[in-house]
């Protein structure tokens, strides 16, 4: 199992910025990718970023040119710095990582979610 603690919201103006922090533990030797999902009032869950061990990332097109996700392989920590936010951005933040592994049974693929933090941008 990998447990996940997040941190870094708050409440912002427009135009400001914030830096998320979410920390895995555990079983984190399976850890292949982290990223960062949100839901906002009334919408599903929608991704923000991801990033795997090995540095590739994916942005959602809202995030691009002013989120950028970081993932620290030795603390297994993962970073959503957030500038310029926009109202828009409000919503609850959530962290995902997902775990990879073989057996001699097959492969296995497992995602873990955070408890979440609330990011309000008011404008």
């Known amino acids: 199992q990998v447990q996940l603690v997040e941190s870094g919201g708050g409440l912002v103006q427009a135009g400001g910025s914030l830096r998320l922090s979410c920390a895995a533990s555990g079983n984190t030797l399976r850890l292949r990718a982290m990223g960062w999902h949100r839901q906002a009032p009334g919408n599903q869950r929608e991704l923000v970023a991801y990033i795997t061990s090995d540095g590739s990332t994916q942005y959602a097109d809202s995030a691009k040119g002013r989120f950028a996700i970081s993932i620290d392989n030795d603390t297994h920590t993962a970073y959503l710095q957030m500038n310029n936010l926009k109202s828009e951005d409000t919503a609850v933040y959530y962290c995902?990582?997902?775990?990879?592994?073989?057996?001699?049974?097959?492969?296995?693929?497992?995602?873990?979610w955070g408890q979440g933090t609330q990011v309000t941008v008011s404008s």
């Open positions: 995902k990582a997902e775990t990879h592994w073989k057996e001699y049974s097959g492969e296995y693929l497992e995602n873990h």
